[in-house]
C-alpha cells in the first residue's frame, strides 16, 4: 500500500504482516493485504480526502473524526459548565 | 507529547473485558492509542480468539493499573487504567476500532503511523476498552502504547 497508515504483524508459526490505515470517519483501523482488492476495502471520502472504513463508504457522510471529537468535548464541557 | 505503556492481563472471558484506558473524570486529556500487543502467555493450546479494541464512556469496575512512563522526564499520566473487568466499561455500539482474529499460539502487534492513532475525547471517563467477545479461558495478555 502507498503511505500506510499503521502496520501489523501475527506471529505464530509463520509471520504474517500487512499495512493499515485508519478511517478518518470513525477510526476503524482496516487491515490491507497484499494485492487485496481497493473496492473491498472501502474508499475515499471526496469531503475530507481521506481514506474510509466499508460501513463508513456505505454510509455516505462525511463527519471527519476529528469534527466528532470537538463534538463531544464541547458536549461534555457545556454538560460541567450546567453542574 | 507525554508516551505510556499499559500492561493488561486476565483469565480471558467472553463477557468480561481484558482491561480499559481511559480519560481522568475530572481532567480529562485527548489520548493517542499508536500501538497494541496482545496474545496469550498460557501453555500453547488451539484455541481461537478475537480481540476487540471498542471506545467506552465509563470505565467500569476492574483492577487499576498504573500506566509506565516511557520517558523518565515526563510527569505521570491522569489517564486511568484498568485490568480484569468486574463490572464492564460502558461501550458505545457500532464503535469497533481494532477487530483482531488471533489463534492462542500467536501474538499480535499493530502500529500506528504519526497522525493515524485511535483518538479518544478529552472527555470524562471516556476511553477504550479491550475485550475477547471469542476465546477459551485462559490467561492473555496486552500491552498498549499511548500518548497524552
Not at chain 1, 471520502?45 to 454510509?59: D, G, I, N, V, Y
Not at chain 2, 484506558?21 to 496469550?40: C, E, F, H, N
Amino acid at each position: 500500500m502507498r503511505a500506510p497508515q499503521g502496520y501489523a504483524v501475527w506471529a505464530g508459526d509463520r509471520v504474517t504482516e500487512c499495512d493499515t490505515f485508519t478511517c478518518g470517519h470513525c477510526q476503524r483501523v482496516v487491515f490491507v493485504p497484499p494485492k487485496a482488492d481497493p473496492a473491498d476495502l472501502g474508499g475515499l471520502c471526496k469531503q475530507c480526502m481521506s481514506l474510509t472504513c466499508p460501513r463508513c463508504t456505505a454510509a455516505m457522510r462525511c463527519v471527519p473524526f476529528e469534527l466528532a471529537l470537538e463534538r463531544a468535548e464541547a458536549s461534555d464541557r457545556l454538560r460541567r459548565s450546567v453542574l | 507529547m507525554a508516551r505510556y505503556n499499559v500492561e493488561l492481563r486476565r483469565t480471558a472471558s467472553t463477557t468480561a473485558s481484558v482491561g480499559s484506558i481511559t480519560a481522568d473524570a475530572t481532567r480529562p486529556l485527548r489520548m493517542k492509542l499508536y500501538y497494541l500487543l496482545v496474545g496469550s502467555e498460557a501453555t500453547p493450546a488451539d484455541n481461537p480468539f478475537l480481540w476487540r479494541v471498542r471506545r467506552c464512556t465509563a470505565a467500569g469496575t476492574s483492577t487499576a493499573v498504573v500506566p509506565t512512563i516511557l520517558d523518565p522526564g515526563d510527569l505521570v499520566t491522569e489517564q486511568d487504567a484498568g485490568e480484569n473487568h468486574t463490572v464492564e466499561p460502558t461501550y458505545t455500539s457500532n464503535t469497533e476500532c481494532l477487530v483482531i482474529p488471533l489463534h492462542q499460539r500467536a501474538t499480535f502487534q499493530w502500529n500506528a503511523a504519526p497522525g493515524r492513532e485511535i483518538v479518544t475525547p478529552a472527555t470524562a471517563s471516556n476511553g477504550v476498552g479491550l475485550e475477547t467477545p471469542v476465546g477459551a479461558t485462559v490467561v492473555v495478555a496486552a500491552s498498549l502504547q499511548f500518548e497524552v
